[in-house]
């Protein structure tokens, strides 16, 4: 079995936020992927979450109903009930270093300022050795201006290319889902999605 969480914030006020790219990217993989759009919520797992069943296993899609900053509570929960190594968790979050059109699967590493991974590594005793899919929504204003920052909605230029990263994004997941994190990283981690000013239409450099 296999888990893949998005981060975001609970709640109509923070839908189409950019601290909720992970929620979007895991509502489309939901729908695209698996046809299935319904997401329940587990008071168990403090997630909303869907349990698809594909080739005789399992596959736990999970949105956590925490807040951002406390999304280790939903993380751990997840793990300790489906006895799950960390290898077999995926983790999509938001991330102001990389700016949009741009995403990044990491293995392992640092929070970079991030508070739901913060949250996360917080939970695990300081363990950082779990696989993150980042969405870029950058670029990172800096400073306190960044709380304010993650909670803004995208520009309408930037909702253009956002929509072609998440596309990616899906891809990206498949490839982890059957392949693992290495295969993924190879594949996607040097995706670079822009608008040709010329043209006005999306450009991918690989």
Do not use: C
Not at 84 to 90: E, F, R, S, Y
Not at 193 to 204: C, L, V
Request: glycine letters at 10%; a neutral charge; proline letters at 2%.
């Amino acid at each position: 079995m296999k888990a893949i969480i998005g981060l975001g914030n609970p709640g109509v006020k923070y839908e189409a936020t950019r601290h909720n790219a992970g929620f979007e990217v895991l509502d489309h993989l939901s729908n695209t992927e698996f046809n299935s759009e319904q997401f329940t919520k587990n008071e168990r797992l403090f997630s909303q979450i869907a349990l698809i069943v594909k080739s005789n296993d399992q596959l736990l899609l999970a949105k956590p109903a925490t807040y951002m900053n406390d999304s280790g509570k939903a993380f751990l929960a997840i793990k300790n009930w489906y006895k799950l190594a960390l290898k077999d968790i995926l983790v999509i979050h938001d991330d102001v270093s990389l700016p949009v059109g741009k995403i990044r699967l990491q293995k392992e590493g640092g929070a970079g300022g991030q508070h739901g991974i913060e949250s996360i590594i917080n939970s695990l005793g300081g363990n950082k050795e779990f696989n993150r899919l980042k969405i870029g929504v950058g670029p990172d204003p800096g400073g306190e201006r960044r709380a304010d920052y993650v909670l803004q909605k995208f520009k309408q230029e930037e909702k253009i290319l956002l929509k072609e990263v998440i596309n990616i994004a899906v891809k990206a997941i498949v490839v982890w889902l059957n392949a693992g994190i290495s295969q993924a990283m190879n594949e996607f981690n040097g995706v670079d999605i822009f608008i040709d000013q010329k043209s006005g239409t999306n450009k991918e450099h690989l």
